[in-house]
C-alpha cells in the first residue's frame, strides 16, 4: 500500500520531528490526523499541508490525558473512517544531574514519556483489532542505548518505551505492524525543557556541533511506514554519524 491514501495521527505534530514527518507523508500523500498541546501551530501546519495540496485535521492533545488520545483516535475514524497509523512522537525531556531532585520533572517524562505511549496504545488497539490491520510507530531516542550522565530518568523511560514497544511487538500477531525509531542528536526544541542552565547549555553545544535535522527522522519513520504489509521494521537507530 506504500504511505498514498493511508491515515496517519501524529502526536507531538506541532514541532521537530512530528511537524517534519506530517509534511513528509503529506507530500507522499497520506491523509494526516495532527495531535500537540499548541494549536496555533497546528493550524498553521494544517494550512501549508492544504497549500500544498494534502489533507490533514487537527485536535488538541496532552498526551498525559488518555482521554485526549480517545478523541485523536476517534477523528481519524469519524473523518476517514479509518485509522493505519499512529505515530507516537510526543515527548519531553528535562534533563538534570538527580542531586537537583527534580521530582515534578521527573514525573512530568514518566506521564508524557511513557504513559503517553500506552495511552496511544489502549486508544488504537482495538481499532487495528477490528480492522485487522494497523501500525505503531513510537519514537523513542538513542539515549536508551547509551546512559549518560543528567539523562538518567529520561533514558529510564525511554527504555520503558522500547520494552513496551517489543513487548507489544511480540504480541501483535501476524496482521498488525509495531516499528521503534530511535534518533540521536536533532536539531529541535528539546533544550527548551530543560531548566539546569549547565545542561541546557551543554545540549545547546551538542546540537549545534552533531545533530541532524528533524527531516532526516522522518524519512525514516516513511521508510518503515512505506513497506509492504507483510514487512515490519523492528527497530530504526538513527543518529549523526559524528555523535558517540
Known amino acids: ?84 497509523v499512529l505515530v507516537s512522537n510526543a515527548g519531553i525531556g528535562p534533563i538534570a544531574p538527580f542531586d537537583n531532585i527534580a521530582v515534578d520533572d521527573w514525573e512530568a517524562m514518566i506521564d508524557v ?26 519514537v523513542i531516542s538513542t539515549a536508551g542505548l547509551k546512559i549518560v550522565p543528567t539523562q538518567g530518568v529520561y533514558a529510564a523511560t525511554k527504555n520503558a518505551v522500547r520494552t513496551i514497544t517489543e513487548g507489544l511487538r511480540q504480541e501483535a500477531g501476524p496482521k498488525l505492524r509495531v516499528t521503534a525509531v530511535s534518533p540521536g542528536m536533532v536539531r529541535t526544541d528539546f533544550a527548551g525543557s530543560i531548566r539546569d542552565a549547565a545542561t541546557r547549555q551543554t545540549i545547546v553545544e551538542r546540537v549545534a556541533e552533531t545533530a541532524i535535522p528533524p527531516e532526516a527522522v522522518a524519512r525514516a519513520i516513511a521508510f518503515a511506514i512505506e513497506q509492504p504489509a507483510d514487512v515490519e521494521l523492528g527497530e530504526i537507530v538513527i543518529r549523526p554519524t559524528a555523535q558517540a
Open 1 to 84: 500500500m506504500g504511505i498514498d491514501g493511508k491515515i496517519v495521527a501524529i502526536t507531538g505534530a506541532s514541532s521537530g520531528i512530528g511537524h517534519a514527518t506530517a509534511l513528509l507523508l503529506a507530500e507522499r500523500g497520506a491523509r494526516l490526523v495532527l495531535g500537540a498541546r499548541r494549536l496555533d501551530r497546528l493550524d498553521a501546519l494544517v494550512d501549508t499541508i492544504e497549500a500544498r495540496g494534502g489533507e490533514a485535521v487537527r485536535i488538541a492533545t496532552d498526551v498525559s490525558r488518555r482521554g485526549d488520545l480517545e478523541a485523536l483516535v476517534s477523528l481519524a475514524g469519524e473523518r476517514y473512517g479509518r485509522l493505519d
Open 113 to 138: 514519556n511513557v504513559k503517553g505511549v500506552l495511552y496511544g496504545i489502549a486508544a488504537a488497539l482495538p481499532v487495528f483489532r477490528r480492522q485487522e490491520a494497523g501500525h505503531f510507530v513510537n
